[in-house]
């Protein structure tokens, strides 16, 4: 009889003008309640009762006020919704369409309703689906969530599921471009050199199609070389501002995911007329260069056209074997192949020592590769070690963009270049804290620079433990993608202008047409603009989460037993939060969450510092980044693809002296 009283409406009204209000992000949990996140990392409760009014990640303005003794936040005001656009599964309740977000703190149904187009007959229960969400309880209808069910994805049982939903989650392409009927080279007044004749080599994966790079390697009697890098050149086909260069400008990558590639060019482009298939005359661009005997790359640096033909279709294993073992059980090169083989394991060991001593050398890390049966489920995961030959490629494609760098920064001054300022100056003080602590050989005004910065890195990698390599990771600036020359302080160069995979990278295309310009004294046809470097790093953003969230999928699918098999794992540390820390599986690559709770059984007993990278257990350090130990699998959710590990080292709760009067064995009294 209350609620429709205006008195009283207007008295709470009033009552909640005065309380205290503070805006935040909501931090959902699931177990119901949440939490308001404020910007000076406040964190209040918020009661189930109100967080059926908001989702976890929206910006919300908050009353807080005192309830059974504890300070509480109520959501009343949108700030900024976190969600519009999302993907769901189909529930029906009581034969009305809802969907349930696919998201581990999306746990509720939001009623829902088929758009235009979508016959709601064929939305089944389970089914994977796009949705809008329409209606929010805080944006003024203070009605619950709506949702309007915009695209159907697939069936729920589809085995392809894990492919379709996430290239629809990260709005990517899940087919390749519309072929076309024929295709024409383009005048482009270049004059290309037959060089035919030249041994050019290719190293690939075995089962590499898009081979876009071949090289020739001479040796000299001084100990220096020289080296010729032919790239594949789908910009003779392509002219800007064509429908095809339009679409491989929106796609930007060709994307790569477990078990599958969708090309950014049509496959008849990426995968024939441009592939640098043995035997097969290609139009490539050129870069010429030399090298003297210490590895330093010389300033005979030259671009231009030209027409070769592989005289080797080679494979990663089986040069890395021939070169490690002196012999292949599978394969026997030719004389002229051995050669150049041979000099090109000179040309890139002298490559690789001078980056190791004036630039900066990653350590190599595995790859993992998924191997999927026909239907699509998980047989195994393979480990691929970066080899020998792995190595002779990244050299010289490395020396191909440095010398591509210096190029356009003489000649344009712009081009689309790989940069790295080193340390975010917000963060360069907090990193100096740790370089300091470590007695690192290194003071501030050194590592702002990229000879400083270079060296730090350098020391690094000579130290026993990762630990502080990956704290000082946490204080680094992100790569970028600009359209003018800056330094690559992570890689130690002073410039890095990729052209040597424009099959599979729009930026290498613009990067091509302006080396064309170069060559032929011409205007360049293309210059980046000034949003080519924000769109680059989102396509590389939404690939490499669409990467990832495949793979955790694929990793649910192969553990599903682990569990019960109480497999033990070899695991690594990468990152730490104060909920607990997570970890790389190194047999196989997957990540894997261990919260404090599986740690110790005392939440009192274990501090885990995300700000440290550390985590103490009774006042001790047991972890830290980089460490690595042994882990059990101790849950495997399927519906959120996240596996949950426990250390198979266990911590007893510490023992407790008893007081003398208390003891077992002290003194009885008289």
């Given at each position: 009889?209350?609620?429709?009283?205006?008195?009283?409406?207007?008295?709470?009204?009033?009552i909640?003008?005065?309380?205290?209000?503070?805006?935040?992000?909501?931090?959902?949990?699931?177990?119901?309640?949440?939490?308001?996140?404020?910007?000076?990392?406040?964190?209040?409760f918020?009661?189930?009762?109100?967080?059926k009014?908001?989702?976890?990640?929206?910006?919300?303005?908050?009353?807080?006020?005192?309830?059974?003794?504890?300070?509480?936040?109520?959501?009343?005001?949108?700030?900024?919704?976190?969600?519009?656009?999302?993907?769901?599964?189909?529930?029906?309740?009581?034969?009305?369409?809802?969907?349930?977000?696919?998201?581990?703190?999306?746990?509720?149904?939001?009623?829902?309703?088929?758009?235009?187009?979508?016959?709601?007959?064929?939305?089944?229960?389970?089914?994977?689906?796009?949705?809008?969400?329409?209606?929010?309880?805080?944006?003024?209808?203070?009605?619950?969530?709506?949702c309007?069910?915009?695209?159907?994805?697939?069936?729920?049982?589809?085995?392809?599921?894990?492919?379709?939903?996430?290239?629809?989650?990260?709005?990517?392409?899940?087919?390749?471009?519309?072929?076309?009927?024929?295709?024409?080279?383009?005048?482009?007044?270049?004059?290309?050199?037959?060089?035919?004749?030249?041994?050019?080599?290719?190293?690939?994966?075995?089962?590499?199609?898009?081979?876009?790079?071949?090289?020739?390697?001479?040796?000299?009697?001084?100990?220096?070389?020289?080296?010729?890098?032919?790239?594949?050149?789908?910009?003779?086909?392509?002219?800007?501002?064509?429908?095809?260069?339009?679409?491989?400008?929106?796609?930007?990558?060709?994307?790569y995911?477990?078990?599958?590639?969708?090309?950014?060019?049509?496959?008849?482009?990426?995968?024939?007329?441009?592939?640098?298939?043995?035997?097969?005359?290609?139009?490539?661009?050129?870069c010429?260069?030399?090298?003297?005997?210490?590895?330093?790359?010389?300033?005979?640096?030259?671009?231009?056209?030209?027409?070769?033909?592989?005289?080797?279709?080679?494979?990663?294993?089986?040069?890395?074997?021939?070169?490690?073992?002196?012999?292949?059980?599978?394969w026997?090169?030719?004389?002229?192949?051995?050669?150049?083989?041979?000099?090109?394991?000179?040309?890139?060991?002298?490559?690789?020592?001078?980056?190791?001593?004036?630039a900066?050398?990653?350590?190599?890390?595995?790859?993992?590769?998924?191997?999927?049966?026909?239907?699509?489920?998980?047989?195994?995961?393979h480990?691929?070690?970066?080899?020998?030959?792995?190595?002779?490629?990244?050299?010289?494609?490395?020396t191909?963009?440095?010398?591509?760098?210096?190029?356009?920064?003489?000649?344009?001054?712009?081009?689309?270049?790989?940069?790295?300022?080193?340390?975010?100056?917000?963060k360069?003080?907090?990193?100096?804290?740790?370089?300091?602590?470590?007695?690192?050989?290194?003071?501030?005004?050194?590592?702002v620079?990229?000879?400083?910065?270079?060296?730090?890195?350098?020391?690094?990698?000579?130290?026993?433990?990762?630990?502080?390599?990956?704290?000082?990771?946490?204080?680094?600036?992100?790569?970028?993608?600009?359209?003018?020359?800056?330094?690559?302080?992570?890689?130690?160069?002073?410039?890095?202008?990729?052209?040597?995979?424009?099959?599979?990278?729009?930026?290498?295309?613009?990067?091509?047409?302006?080396?064309?310009a170069?060559i032929?004294?011409?205007?360049?046809?293309?210059?980046?603009?000034?949003?080519?470097?924000?769109e680059?790093?989102?396509?590389?953003?939404?690939?490499?989460?669409?990467?990832?969230d495949?793979?955790?999928?694929?990793?649910?699918?192969?553990?599903?037993?682990?569990?019960?098999?109480?497999?033990?794992?070899?695991?690594?540390?990468?990152?730490?939060?104060?909920?607990?820390?997570?970890?790389?599986?190194?047999?196989?690559?997957?990540?894997?969450?261990?919260?404090?709770?599986?740690?110790?059984?005392?939440?009192?007993?274990?501090?885990?510092?995300?700000?440290?990278?550390?985590?103490?257990?009774?006042?001790?350090?047991?972890?830290?980044?980089?460490?690595?130990?042994?882990?059990?699998?101790?849950?495997?959710?399927?519906?959120?693809?996240?596996?949950?590990?426990?250390p198979?080292?266990?911590?007893?709760?510490?023992?407790?002296?008893?007081?003398?009067?208390?003891?077992?064995?002290?003194?009885?009294?008289?």
């Amino acid at each position: 009889m209350f609620q429709d009283n205006p008195l009283l409406a207007q008295l709470k009204k009033q009552i909640q003008e005065t309380l205290p209000k503070k805006e935040g992000y909501i931090k959902a949990t699931d177990r119901g309640f949440g939490f308001l996140e404020t910007d000076n990392k406040e964190s209040i409760f918020i009661p189930p009762i109100y967080m059926k009014n908001v989702m976890h990640g929206d910006r919300v303005i908050a009353v807080l006020r005192t309830e059974k003794e504890r300070e509480v936040a109520e959501p009343q005001e949108l700030v900024e919704q976190a969600i519009t656009r999302f993907i769901g599964r189909v529930k029906l309740i009581r034969n009305r369409l809802h969907v349930i977000p696919d998201h581990p703190q999306l746990k509720e149904a939001i009623r829902a309703r088929a758009a235009k187009g979508i016959n709601p007959e064929t939305l089944k229960e389970g089914d994977w689906v796009v949705a809008e969400l329409t209606r929010h309880p805080l944006a003024g209808s203070n009605q619950p969530f709506f949702c309007d069910v915009t695209q159907k994805i697939t069936d729920s049982n589809d085995k392809i599921a894990p492919w379709w939903v996430t290239l629809a989650r990260h709005q990517l392409p899940n087919a390749e471009p519309a072929p076309q009927d024929s295709w024409t080279m383009l005048d482009e007044g270049i004059e290309r050199q037959d060089l035919t004749d030249l041994p050019f080599i290719t190293i690939d994966g075995e089962s590499t199609k898009d081979m876009d790079d071949a090289l020739y390697t001479v040796a000299k009697d001084d100990g220096s070389f020289e080296i010729t890098i032919a790239i594949a050149d789908p910009t003779s086909y392509i002219a800007v501002g064509d429908k095809m260069d339009d679409e491989a400008r929106e796609r930007g990558f060709t994307i790569y995911l477990p078990g599958r590639n969708i090309p950014m060019l049509p496959r008849e482009l990426s995968d024939e007329l441009c592939s640098l298939i043995e035997n097969e005359k290609r139009p490539v661009l050129c870069c010429r260069v030399s090298i003297d005997n210490t590895g330093v790359i010389q300033d005979d640096i030259s671009f231009f056209g030209a027409w070769i033909k592989s005289q080797g279709r080679l494979s990663y294993n089986n040069v890395s074997d021939f070169l490690e073992n002196g012999h292949c059980d599978d394969w026997t090169p030719s004389p002229i192949i051995e050669q150049q083989i041979v000099a090109l394991q000179g040309f890139a060991t002298l490559r690789s020592d001078w980056r190791m001593a004036n630039a900066v050398v990653f350590p190599d890390r595995p790859d993992y590769r998924f191997e999927l049966s026909e239907d699509n489920d998980v047989v195994a995961i393979h480990t691929d070690l970066r080899r020998i030959a792995n190595r002779m490629i990244e050299e010289a494609m490395i020396t191909a963009n440095i010398c591509a760098g210096r190029a356009l920064q003489e000649k344009f001054a712009t081009g689309v270049f790989n940069v790295h300022s080193g340390f975010n100056q917000e963060k360069l003080d907090a990193a100096m804290e740790f370089i300091t602590n470590a007695e690192a050989p290194f003071t501030k005004e050194e590592v702002v620079t990229l000879e400083g910065f270079s060296a730090l890195r350098r020391w690094l990698n000579t130290l026993d433990s990762t630990y502080l390599d990956n704290r000082l990771r946490k204080f680094q600036a992100y790569s970028e993608v600009a359209n003018t020359p800056a330094p690559h302080y992570a890689m130690g160069l002073d410039v890095y202008a990729t052209w040597t995979s424009p099959i599979r990278k729009y930026g290498d295309m613009i990067n091509h047409r302006l080396l064309k310009a170069l060559i032929t004294g011409n205007e360049p046809t293309q210059k980046p603009d000034d949003n080519v470097g924000d769109e680059i790093a989102n396509h590389r953003r939404h690939h490499r989460m669409a990467e990832r969230d495949v793979s955790d999928w694929l990793y649910v699918r192969l553990f599903k037993d682990a569990v019960k098999k109480e497999t033990v794992f070899k695991a690594e540390v990468f990152d730490i939060n104060r909920a607990g820390m997570r970890v790389r599986l190194l047999e196989n690559g997957a990540a894997a969450f261990i919260p404090g709770s599986l740690i110790v059984d005392n939440k009192e007993r274990i501090v885990c510092s995300g700000e440290l990278g550390i985590i103490n257990i009774d006042g001790v350090k047991e972890y830290q980044l980089g460490d690595t130990f042994d882990v059990k699998l101790a849950e495997v959710r399927t519906a959120t693809r996240q596996l949950v590990a426990k250390p198979v080292q266990q911590y007893p709760a510490p023992e407790v002296t008893p007081a003398p009067e208390q003891a077992t064995d002290a003194p009885q009294k008289a």
